[in-house]
Every structure is written in C-alpha cells, then in structure tokens.
C-alpha cells in the first residue's frame, strides 16, 4: 500500500504546489490561465500529433478502446441524468451535473496520472483516443442538452462543428490522423521538437490544476455537488471499468489507463459552463472536492489496477 501512496504522491505534490503558489500570491491567477493557454494552444496539440503520429494508423486508432471509453462515458452520463431528474430536479440542472460526472480532465489531469502509471507511450496513445471522444461526443452533447435545459433552441450542427474545430487538441487529432492515413513521414527536425515537449505539458499541466483550483471556492455543500463528485470519482471508472470487461482485445494497460482517465476528476473547464448555464457555485464546488478527494479514490484504484 506505500508503494501505491508513493506513486499518487508526486502527483498532488505537484497540485499543492500550484495551489500554494496561487493562494500565497507568488504566481498571481492570471499568469496560471496564461500557462494553461500556452499548454492547451501548443504543448498538448504537439503530444496529441506525436501520440497519433508515433504509430501506424491501425495501431493507434483503437477503436475497441474508443467504444468502450465513449459507452461507459454515456452510460454515466444517462444514469447521472435520470438520477438528478427522478429527484425532482431541472432538465438543465440534470444536463449540467451529468456533465460534470462523465467529462474527464483527461489533458490536465488523465494524461500526467496515467504516465506515472503505464508509461508515455501508451499513456500518450490513451489520452489522443479519449481527447477525440470527449471533443467529438460527449463535450458537445453535454452542452447542447445544456442549451436546450435553458430554454433555447438546441445548437446548430454547423455550431457544434465550428466549436469542435476551434479546439486545439481537436485540431491537431484531425491533422495527425490524416498525416498517418497517407503515410507521410514527420521530419527529423519536427520529430525531435515534439519529443523535447512532450515531458513539459505533464507536470506543468498539474501545476496549473493545482493554481486553478485555488481560484475556486466552495459556495454551495447540497445533493447535487456530492451527486456530481460521487458520479465522476466512482460512477464514470466503474462504467468504463465494466465495459472495458466486455471488450476483451484491449490490452491491459490501455485498460488501465482508460479506468484512471476515467477517475479523475472533471473537465477543467467545467465552472466556466457553470458560470454559462447559472450554477457556477454548484460546479465550482464539486470541482474542488472532486479534485481533493481524487487523491482517495486514485489512490485506492491503482491499489487494483497497477500492472
């Protein structure tokens, strides 16, 4: 069991530092949304070009991995929305908490966790095929359900096309994959460029979970949050996890990786659709316990799942 401690420690190390550097106003909340850009805009787009590129497209497209991630991803999110829903509350307010249950931080948080665990490589190759199931599917069903709890007209598939294309990370999946699939070769100069990236956007990820964090404050304890952070910590990695038990040609340590991806906690970017849709306290709240008690809940879960 120390051993598993050990492992998930560096991890919130790494949290507590960014949260700490915030909170003590050595970095100011600004500089850390700053970072956050420069790694989203650029050092995750060239890790999810290299991940996709590294390998034939046969190799990396998995798509045993991609249905069992986006059907456990959807049963969550279906069984978190009937729950809210049967307990007498709003379709939005149902829409907004299964999101928070089946939208992963998989750039920020998945990745950095998963390559402590099975290594770069496969942590690398498990992060492209998630990032393309949540940007793709459950990102812009989420929020169109959303728009439509709010009274408006549900979004334009030319809407939801422009914003999935706005995407970085999108972005650089949809030109990796179509690199691959003519089998152009990455030149030497840009191959090592990205490989000398690739080992910053882990840690710095974390730092900036941590520094976010921090900028987020509990302002509401009810049903909903504990709902949301129960659904999103235990739900979504039980979901995947049964899958997963379904679809036997996945390799073991894409399976653990899948499993942890799926336990971390929410999109990063999930009080900010709070804030859009009317509950930003109830998403800012679930974020923060959700990040503190992953620590718990990774932590027994690579207890079972260490290879």
């Not at 190390?13 to 909170?23: E, K, N, P, Y």
């Amino acid at each position: 069991m120390l051993n598993i401690f050990l492992l998930a420690l560096p991890i919130y190390i790494l949290l507590s530092i960014g949260f700490l550097a915030v909170r003590l106003r050595y970095i100011d909340g600004a500089e850390v949304k700053g970072f956050g850009s420069i790694i989203l805009k650029i050092f995750l787009p060239a890790m999810m070009f290299l991940a996709i590129t590294g390998n034939p497209l046969n190799e990396t497209l998995r798509w045993d991995y991609i249905f069992a991630y986006a059907v456990g991803s959807l049963a969550i999110y279906a069984l978190g929305f009937t729950i809210v829903r049967l307990s007498g509350r709003s379709f939005g307010d149902a829409a907004i908490e299964a999101m928070g249950m089946s939208c992963s931080n998989s750039a920020f948080f998945a990745l950095p966790v998963a390559t402590l665990v099975v290594g770069p490589e496969v942590a690398l190759q498990c992060f492209a095929l998630a990032v393309l199931v949540e940007n793709l599917l459950m990102i812009p069903m989420a929020v169109s359900l959303c728009e439509v709890g709010q009274g408006k007209a549900p979004v334009s598939v030319r809407g939801v096309a422009t914003s999935i294309l706005r995407n970085p990370l999108t972005v650089a999946a949809i030109v990796a994959l179509v690199w691959t699939g003519f089998h152009l070769p990455v030149p030497e100069p840009a191959d090592q460029v990205l490989r000398m990236m690739a080992p910053v956007a882990a840690p710095v990820a974390l730092l900036i979970i941590g520094g976010s964090v921090a900028q987020l404050s509990l302002r509401e304890l009810d049903g909903g949050v504990a709902r949301i952070v129960i659904g999103k910590l235990l739900g979504h990695p039980l979901a995947v996890a049964l899958v997963f038990m379904l679809v036997p040609s996945v390799p073991d340590p894409m399976r653990v990786a899948g499993v942890l991806g799926a336990g971390v906690p929410m999109i990063s970017i999930y009080s900010l659709f709070g804030q859009r849709f009317g509950r930003l306290g109830l998403t800012a709240t679930a974020q923060v316990l959700a990040t503190i008690l992953s620590f718990f809940t990774l932590t027994v879960a690579l207890r079972f799942l260490q290879p």
